[in-house]
């Protein structure tokens, strides 16, 4: 049986938390279809205000949703794929669980 341990969980926990916001969720998946894409871009073209596209970006970075490269005095955003299969593993490992679990609250 697959085992998850306690990290791994709050790992993904903290993703999760991160992405599930509507906004932060609709800035991952405009990053996600235009690839590496400039800030000034995602807040204009989600007509975002810049200070809120800030802080959700913050967020993203924080939880390595997001990377980010510089370039003069632009600053480049794409997904973190690699957090992604992260947070998927870590979830697999607990689902196996699930129905073990589900078995012994049964009775």
Known sequence: MATF????LDTATEL?????????????KFVDEKGIINVNKIYNTLKLE???TSQHLRILRGTELVDTKREGKF???NVNYDKIVQVKK???KFYT???AAAELVKR
């Open 5 to 8: 341990n306690q990290r791994d």
């Open 16 to 28: 999760l938390r991160a992405i599930t916001h509507p906004l932060r969720l609709s800035i991952v």
């Open 50 to 52: 810049q200070s809120i």
């Open 75 to 77: 600053i480049y955003y």
């Open 90 to 92: 870590a979830l697999q």
């Open 97 to 99: 669980k699930a129905p």
